[in-house]
């Protein structure tokens, strides 16, 4: 059973495999630095669908089938999928999910979905529920470009601050099995809010919900950041990223030369024009299904905190004047089912 | 020579007027769409008070083509049709003047959104 | 987290880079003002070919506005906009591109709900707000004129 260790954190006894992943994208992403990790690239930013919408809910509807196809699953043997995604009433992920007749549970994290939708299937399995489940979300440049800022052919500047929505969607398939990685803990974020209201500064904003979920973990386990290799969150940006560091510095939790941000690792900021660095439900769902997940199995990587953050304001309530509430949920991946943290850097 | 001196004049005092837009963008919180209400009524004010035409008259489309001009030019509207039809020409005065470019805008806007299709940046 | 919403506003304003004000501003002063002197030129070219006083700065506000709807199809005009920023936003070529975008954008919403209502998305305002500010203008003038 899972157990709760101090405060908020959640250690599964028999931790839950993560048995196959896969991630798909389109241009922007193929051209950035882990193009190469992708299961599938689109070219076609529309999916060969007639509208931006049709086409994320493609997106995940392909991730998702690739995802089962290299588990040997059919949709069939799958109990639950848990899924989510930016769009008003998810619907990237209900209609994309729509075909495949899995049991369904739509959840709302903004950009920190494949974390909660990880830690909520997680729940799941290890509670004897379901045997096997599908964790997925996505993103896309336009869908996200129309419902939040502008429509993508009108003329306007995005400050240095600004994060790119990358087109992309990641899919993890988990089961009650043997197989690395796993998923060893868990931290539900809390909603924090510092009052940042700077719509193009997102980074900002998450950057105290990461810092605190991460403070949590840290107090809860006795466990220090330096013990895992790779802290990484979910799509901070250069500017999230840098307060970040500041805040855990603050708190007595440096996070040293383990900290990386899925928002810095997707894209090149230096030839691909997307400021502050990526965002999006598919910026950490693609950057972990295709070049983190990998890398747990191997055991290149052995400890690994994944720390997705959302920002869960939506248009109307900041035009209203409301601050951005942000959130960020923690699942600790291992390569390891059981025993103590050790990083491979030691 | 009279022709480059009236582009020259076009190209510095719009070029000017949009500069002051960019000084708004990055150093306030304001939004384009702010932006561009606040050149409009302002345009309104200027052309008003007989300033703005003024400017028209020395640097022409440098003037009249950022949209304080428009504003301007629904000022200057309002005011002929004011004294032409009295009280109602404050509400026939401003579209009559601008009626062209705004048609121009909401026809030609119709005929392209039906060719045209929203594409990735 | 330890700490008032002010102590990390001050933290986020350092870590946060500013606009490059200094390129931004050269580039939207050389745009904005290549823009305008395409308009003057076209108001001498109309006037030479006989367009009258009035009609001339019509006719290439119409220009302008056509030719910016256009650029906005070929998804031309949102590329030069990034670069040019207040340069392509202030002249009308702004305006026209402000109602064209959406259009174009939400087009896959239908031809009525989508097309045409979503046309006044950034552009409402502007018609808004001027035609009241010359509505005022014009009833305090004709106040004025009746004292």
Redesign the interface.
Do not use: H
């Given at each position: 059973m899972a157990l709760r260790k101090g405060k908020n954190t959640i250690l599964f006894e028999n931790p839950p495999s993560i048995r196959a992943w896969a991630a798909i994208g389109?241009?922007m992403e193929a051209q950035g630095p882990l193009g190469g990790s992708f299961d599938l690239i689109e070219e076609d930013?529309y999916f060969g669908q007639?509208?931006?919408?049709k086409a994320e809910s493609q997106m995940q509807e392909r991730v998702v089938r690739r995802a089962l196809e290299k588990a040997g699953f059919s949709s069939a043997q799958v109990q639950g999928a848990f899924a989510g995604d930016l769009l008003n009433q998810c619907v990237s992920s209900t209609y994309g999910l729509r075909a495949l007749g899995i049991p369904y549970v739509g959840l709302f994290g903004a950009c920190s979905t494949m974390a909660e939708s990880l830690l909520t299937a997680s729940v799941f399995l290890e509670a004897r529920a379901m045997e096997r489940a599908v964790a997925c979300t996505s993103s896309h440049?336009?869908t996200a470009e129309?419902q939040f800022r502008?429509?993508?052919?009108?003329?306007?500047?995005?400050?240095?601050?600004a994060q790119w929505t990358a087109?992309a969607a990641g899919a993890a398939v988990l089961e009650r099995g043997e197989r690395p990685p796993f998923v060893r803990g868990a931290v539900v974020g809390t909603i924090?809010d510092?009052?940042?209201s700077?719509a193009a500064?997102m980074g900002?904003a998450m950057a105290?919900a990461a810092?605190?979920t991460l403070?949590r973990f840290f107090e809860d386990t006795g466990m220090r950041p330096q013990a895992f290799d790779l802290v990484v969150t979910g799509d901070l940006g250069q500017?999230g990223f840098?307060?970040l560091r500041?805040?855990m510095a603050?708190?007595g939790h440096p996070l040293d030369h383990c900290q990386a941000d899925c928002g810095l690792m997707l894209y090149d900021r230096e030839k691909q024009?997307v400021h502050a660095g990526a965002s999006g439900c598919g910026c950490s769902a693609s950057v972990l299904c295709g070049h983190l997940l990998p890398l747990l199995r191997q055991g290149t990587l052995k400890n690994l905190l994944f720390v997705a953050t959302g920002a869960l304001m939506s248009p109307t309530v900041v035009q209203q004047g409301e601050?951005i509430a942000a959130i960020a949920h923690l699942v600790w991946l291992s390569h390891d089912r059981s025993g103590e943290v050790k990083s491979c850097r030691y | 020579m009279q022709v480059l001196i009236a582009l020259a004049k076009a190209f510095l005092v719009g070029g000017a007027l949009c500069a002051a837009g960019q000084i708004l963008?990055d150093r306030t919180?304001l939004t384009?769409a702010r932006i561009l209400t606040s050149y409009v009524v302002l345009g309104v004010i200027l052309g008003g008070i007989g300033l703005y035409p003024k400017l028209v008259e020395f640097a022409g489309a440098g003037a009249s083509v950022p949209l304080l001009g428009f504003g301007s030019l629904l000022a200057q509207g309002v005011r002929r049709a004011v004294a032409e039809q009295g009280l109602l020409g404050a509400l026939t005065g401003g579209f009559t003047a601008a009626s062209a470019g705004v048609t121009a805008a909401l026809f030609f806007s119709l005929l392209v959104a039906l060719v045209?299709k929203?594409?990735?940046? | 987290?330890?700490?008032t919403?002010e102590e990390?506003?001050k933290?986020?304003q350092r870590?946060?880079?500013?606009?490059?004000t200094g390129k931004?501003l050269v580039m939207a002063f050389l745009v904005g003002g290549g823009i305008c002197t395409l308009g003057e030129g076209l108001l001498l070219l109309y006037q030479s070919m006989g367009a009258s006083e009035q009609n001339a700065p019509t006719l290439v506000s119409v220009t302008l506005v056509g030719l910016s709807v256009l650029l906005?199809?070929l998804?031309v005009?949102?590329k030069?906009?990034?670069v040019?920023?207040a340069g392509?936003?202030v002249p009308i070529t702004?305006f026209a591109?402000?109602v064209?975008?959406?259009s174009?954008?939400?087009k896959?919403e239908g031809l009525v709900l989508g097309l045409a209502s979503k046309m006044f998305?950034?552009a409402g305002p502007v018609l808004v707000y001027g035609t009241a500010a010359s509505v005022i203008y014009g009833v305090l003038l004709w106040l004025w004129e009746r004292l």
């Open positions: 389109s241009t930013a007639d509208s931006w919408e440049f336009c129309r502008f429509p993508l052919e009108y003329g306007g500047q995005r400050p240095p601050t087109t924090q510092l009052g940042i700077d500064n900002a105290p810092a605190d403070k500017v840098d307060l500041e805040l603050r708190e024009d601050s | 963008i919180q384009p045209a929203s594409r990735e940046k | 987290m330890g700490m919403p990390y506003g933290l986020v870590a946060s880079p500013p606009s490059p931004n906005t199809g998804g005009y949102d030069l906009a990034k040019a920023g392509t936003l702004g591109n402000a064209a975008s959406p174009i954008e939400f896959s998305l950034i």
